[in-house]
């Protein structure tokens, strides 16, 4: 399993950012994927999830209303567009993939596939 997260940047408070995460090695359309953040001397978090067929997601209080999840199945692709951007949102923002969906899209765990992250920093 192969993920590969693209799209992170230095944007001003109020700004937008739409990441991108490119798959390869599995069976894509099988999974459901995931966006996790972990800002400095914090613990990992969750963020959003689609599930396979991308009929269902989750999104963390923290972003509901800002950020939104979507996949490509065909182009092997999951999304975040991230409006409205805090401070707060600055960490480095990893996609994850997971063959069970968790009640509601709400993962308090982590999922067991990861990629190399990117850097997202919010700030004037």
């Known amino acids: 399993v192969q993920l590969q997260a693209s799209g992170g940047g230095l944007v001003q408070p109020g700004g937008s950012l739409r990441l991108s995460c490119a798959a390869s090695?599995?069976?894509?359309?099988?999974?459901?994927l995931g966006w996790f953040r972990q800002a400095p001397g914090k613990e990992r978090e969750f963020v959003a999830s689609i599930k396979s067929g991308g009929l269902s997601r989750g999104v963390a209080d923290s972003v509901k209303g800002r950020f939104t999840i979507s996949r490509d199945n065909t182009k092997k692709q999951v999304f975040l567009q991230m409006n409205s951007l805090k401070p707060e949102d600055t960490a480095v923002y990893y996609c994850?993939?997971?063959?069970?969906?968790?009640?509601?899209?709400?993962?308090?765990?982590?999922?067991?596939?990861w990629g190399k992250g990117t850097q997202v920093t919010v700030s004037s």
């Open positions: 994850a993939a997971d063959d069970t969906w968790v009640a509601g899209g709400i993962y308090s765990r982590t999922m067991p596939h």
């Open positions: 090695g599995f069976h894509f359309s099988n999974y459901h």
